[in-house]
């Protein structure tokens, strides 16, 4: 039998409490008392915990292609004959300057966190989790992601993450390209609206219409 639990740490709803499933342990009475069942422990409403965590993935999730976008452009250059390469988001900074450097540096330091680390901890989360989606704690942090789509597609968001990304580089890439940056786009539009009516991951007829209609 195990000790009585942690109240301290029961606040943090039920990631607290998925060890102690089906476990029994004594009180100070001698007392057995026996641990939450799963259907409990997915009925629990949100806590504060599980509001912090929602709050920062959607900050998260709206302010991402944003910070991709400045982060990518600190890494075009243009080149004059007689001056030499400077940034072209900031023309009056050459590369040849450590400011430059220490900027590019940066740049591909928090292109990796943005683009790889928080977003792959996001989908494993989500990934660990997709068979508890009917859990209200589950809902409450991570719901604005797969709420909306078929359970088997609860990923879906990061395709359409993907998408925009793409779009933002190759916008932000190809400036001096316009007819390579539009056939460009326009490949990935094409692919992406095949995919989407083949696939159909939205559980909503109207959220399907409006992503057809967005992508054509």
């Known amino acids: 039998l195990k000790s009585a639990p942690n109240f301290l740490a029961l606040g943090r709803g039920t990631d607290a409490l998925l060890s102690r499933i089906d476990e029994k342990w004594e ?6 008392i026996f641990g939450p069942t799963e259907d409990q422990i997915s ?13 920062s993935l959607i900050m998260f999730h709206f302010s991402w292609i944003i910070i991709i976008k400045h982060l990518v452009q ?3 250059t243009r080149t004059f004959v007689d001056t030499g390469a400077y940034l072209l988001a900031d023309l009056s900074l050459s590369v040849e300057t450590r400011l430059h450097r220490a900027l590019l540096l940066g740049a591909v330091f928090f292109s ?8 792959g901890l996001i989908f494993w989360t989500l990934r660990t ?8 704690s589950v809902k409450n942090r991570l719901g604005f992601l797969f709420q909306g789509f078929h359970h088997e597609f609860y990923w879906w968001d990061f395709v359409a993450m993907g998408r925009k990304l793409s779009l933002l580089v190759i916008a932000v890439t190809l400036p001096d390209h316009p007819l390579m940056a539009a ?34």
């Open 129 to 136: 989790n997709n068979d508890r989606l009917h859990w209200q």
């Open 43 to 55: 009925e629990m409403p949100a806590t504060a915990y599980d509001i912090a965590i929602c709050f």
């Open 112 to 119: 990796g966190i943005y683009l790889c680390i928080f977003p």
């Open 183 to 216: 056939h460009a786009s326009l490949c990935i539009i094409q692919v992406a609206a095949i995919v989407h009516l083949t696939r159909e991951p939205y559980s909503s007829d109207r959220q399907q219409a409006l992503e057809t209609f967005s992508l054509f």
């Open 74 to 76: 600190l890494i075009r």
């Open 27 to 32: 009180d100070k009475a001698g007392n057995v």
